[in-house]
């Protein structure tokens, strides 16, 4: 059971606009989300997170949204730039008590191409 | 932020043998964890790494095949035991920083072919 969906494997943008990745959830109890963009031979590059009790958390160009109603997150890249093309992963996670906190459960990743 | 480089960065290993990662991260972290990406996949949770401790396994993941160590707060090592081109994959470490934020930070990856 997929429990953190990215249904898009792949988005065109034209450059300057605004792109829109989304990432679907079934579980519940999850704590908190990250986005993560990663090139080709290199390890994911962390973006942004946020906290299940947030409902946006924003840092420069990229702004993170969560509905926990509709199980929902999006990212939003304003304006995209050439350099954003790259494999765009969701990720969730959840604490446990102690302080510790559970490995990250991934999406498949969205595959965003921005066009000049 | 913290910076996370792992040893090596590629391989081509004989069948049967075994390879160790290595994986420093350049400032104490309290939680360290190693993934796996096969081909044209997302990334999958080997195991938690445990400072002091044994590591914490997930479901298809065992310690005979991936043993881990974590001596201290900034290292820890996965090693791929008695490897078959099944474990061909990209293997990566990260490590996280809890907050009202959290960040996960993951090394550039240490890619392994299986002959």
């Known amino acids: 059971d997929q429990q953190v969906k990215q249904n898009s494997p792949s988005l065109s943008v034209q450059e300057g606009r605004i792109s829109i990745l989304n990432c679907d959830y079934t579980n519940s109890m999850f704590d908190y989300f990250l986005w993560y963009k990663k090139y080709p031979a290199e390890g994911p590059t962390f973006l942004i997170s946020i906290s299940s009790i947030k409902d946006k958390n924003e840092d420069g160009r990229f702004t993170v949204f969560l509905n926990k109603s509709a199980k929902h997150l999006s990212l939003h890249i304003v304006p995209s730039q050439p350099g954003d093309s790259a494999v765009y992963f969701c990720a969730a996670g959840s604490w446990y008590s102690g302080g510790g906190a559970d490995g990250l459960t991934f999406g498949k990743g969205t595959h965003l191409i921005i066009q000049p | 932020s913290a910076v996370i480089s792992q040893k090596p960065s590629r391989d081509i290993c004989q069948r049967g043998t075994s390879l160790t990662i290595q994986c420093q991260v350049d400032s104490q972290v309290t939680m360290m964890f190693w993934y796996r990406q096969q081909p044209g996949q997302s990334l999958t949770l080997i195991a938690t790494?445990?400072?002091?401790?044994?590591?914490?396994?997930e479901s298809g993941f065992v310690i005979d095949k991936f043993p881990i160590s974590r001596p201290n707060l900034t290292f820890s090592t996965l090693t791929v035991s008695n490897m078959s081109p099944e474990d061909s994959s990209i293997y990566l470490c990260?490590?996280?920083?809890?907050?009202?934020?959290?960040?996960?930070?993951f090394g550039q990856g240490t890619r392994l072919t299986v002959v």
């Open positions: 990260s490590a996280m920083m809890p907050g009202w934020n959290t960040e996960a930070f």
């Open positions: 790494a445990n400072q002091g401790s044994e590591a914490t396994y």
